[in-house]
Each structure stands twice: as C-alpha cells, then as structure tokens.
C-alpha cells in the first residue's frame, strides 16, 4: 500500500498564495507521475498538476497556468504545491496522488493512490 498525506490547506483571502505539501510512503517513490487534484463543491475531482518521476516535466490544468507550481523533493518522499494569486474559484479540497506510470498522466483513472485531502478555502 502507498500512503499519501497531504497538508497545508487553509483559509486565506484573494490574492493570497499557499504551499500545499504531501508526504508519500510504503513503495518506491522516485521514478513515477504524482499529480495534484482537487474537488470543488458540486463538481468531480479533476486534476490540477502533475509532475514526472524526476521532476523535469510537468503538466498543468488551463485555470491554474501561471499562478501555481508543482515540484518534489524526491530526498523527503514529498512533493508540493505552490499556489499564488489564490481566487475563490480555487475553493476545494485538494488531493494528493500517486501513479504507476513513470510518464506525465492527466486522468483520475490513471491514479491508484489517494491522499485524504486538504480544504483550501478562498474568501473574497
């Protein structure tokens, strides 16, 4: 079993940036795709970021482009997510998960692994 747990979900304001982070254990880390994605109230998780094995490729969702980043720390087992200019359209519980493909993978369906979740709330 691979265990995800994410952390540093908060309120915050608009126009206020926040570093989500989340710590993998119980199976190689290192060489596959981990992704963020979230759920925002009354829709289906989507992805937000995803980042390759060795971190030198990513992917992002068109309404995030420009504002975050995802990287990882391969050393800690930990991957992150920097998010800047925070909207209220970013309101969600945001998750952490983890593939079997060592390449770049956009859908829900290519994950095996969950983290619980972490609640981003954003107040305008």
């Known amino acids: 079993q691979v265990q995800l747990v994410e952390s540093g979900g908060e309120l915050v304001q608009a126009g206020d940036s926040l570093r989500l982070s989340c710590v993998a254990s119980g199976r190689p880390f290192r060489i596959y795709s981990m992704g963020w994605f979230r759920r925002a109230p009354g829709k289906e998780r989507d992805v937000v970021a995803v980042i390759n094995g060795n971190g030198d490729s990513t992917y992002y969702a068109d309404s995030v482009k420009g504002r975050f980043t995802i990287s990882r720390d391969n050393a800690k087992n930990t991957i992150y997510l920097q998010m800047n200019s925070l909207k209220p359209e970013d309101t969600a519980v945001y998750y952490c998960?983890?593939?079997?493909?060592?390449?770049?993978?956009?859908?829900?369906?290519?994950?095996?692994?969950w983290g619980q979740g972490t609640q981003v709330t954003v107040s305008s």
């Open positions: 998960a983890a593939s079997l493909y060592i390449r770049i993978v956009v859908g829900t369906q290519d994950y095996d692994y």
